[in-house]
């Protein structure tokens, strides 16, 4: 939350230029400046590559690993230690490549399962927004390396998650049984994840992946409870969607995935409205109103 202020202040220090207001411009660009830096100097972590809400009362960075480690991303916060190292952008955005390889579903909040609904395995629409923004908003010649290979949470940096390979929860599978390996990884993507573009670089991989994956959910489990379109998609049949418990619904959307097997990351929309706009050149932005 402490990234908003620095890109609010930034914002009016260019319309008060414009209106020519040079100090006031000159005094909101100062005040983003010392956000910034502390904001580095106190949330991000250069071992771990990832940010951290600050623990007034111990005097130390805690050590739950969320998604608001991309919010400053997100507003254009970008650590130099990252600006100048490829392979560090990477890690500091390897969270999503684990959820795309190893699970069915879009980004959790935390990987930490408490019963809460802010925890796994939850998941919440503006987060997928901010994540994507994030990556979109990294340097182009950090993005250039294709996405490496390899088991998914071995490229997390060490520590960055705060838990151990075997405490991840499982990807449960349909017909019974749990997967703990990238069970959703293909050649050049992941299920749901779309097709592969040749030479694209690691950053544009991860959006393509959490964008498609992100959709199919909403999609999937709303037609699953209920979702139709008039003289174009018929709803389903009332014995398949009694199995849901939809048989008074008109589509509900939880942001886990139908096939090939149950995501157990979910997400409520509930009162808003998704209206999705894809542009020509594959870049997908999502916009929430309220109803």
């Known amino acids: 939350m402490r990234s908003f202020p620095d890109k609010s202040h930034r914002i009016l220090g260019d319309y008060f230029e414009k209106a020519g207001s040079t100090s006031k411009a000159t005094s909101h660009r100062s005040t983003a400046s010392n956000l910034r830096a502390g904001i580095l100097d106190l949330f991000w972590d250069s071992n771990k590559l990832a940010f951290y809400d600050y623990n007034l009362t111990s005097n130390a960075r805690n050590e739950i690993y969320s998604v608001a480690t991309f919010y400053p991303f997100w507003v254009g916060i970008v650590p130099p230690d990252v600006l100048g190292n490829q392979s560090k952008a990477f890690g500091a955005f390897a969270s999503i490549n684990l959820v795309m390889n190893r699970y069915n579903g879009t980004l959790p909040t935390t990987f930490i399962e408490t019963g809460l609904q802010w925890d796994l395995p939850n998941a919440w629409p503006p987060h997928q927004h901010i994540a994507l923004e994030a990556l979109r908003n990294l340097p182009t010649n950090l993005t250039t390396n294709s996405l490496p290979g390899g088991n998914s949470f071995d490229l997390v940096p060490s520590g960055q998650l705060g838990i151990t390979e075997d405490q991840l929860l499982p990807q449960h599978i349909r017909g019974g049984g749990n997967a703990t390996e990238d069970i959703s990884t293909l050649s ?104």
């Open 188 to 291: 050049g993507t992941v299920v749901n994840g779309g097709s592969a573009v040749n030479g694209e670089g690691w950053s544009q991989t991860l959006q393509r992946e959490l964008a498609n994956r992100y959709t199919a959910a909403a999609f999937c489990s709303w037609y699953a409870t209920g979702g139709s379109i008039p003289n174009l998609l018929p709803r389903r049949p009332d014995e398949q969607l009694n199995l849901t418990g939809s048989l008074n619904n008109t589509g509900n959307v939880r942001f886990g995935l139908c096939f090939p097997y149950p995501s157990f990351f979910h997400a409520h929309t509930s009162p808003s409205v998704m209206t999705m706009i894809f542009k020509a050149n594959s870049k997908i932005h999502f916009h929430f109103s309220d109803v």
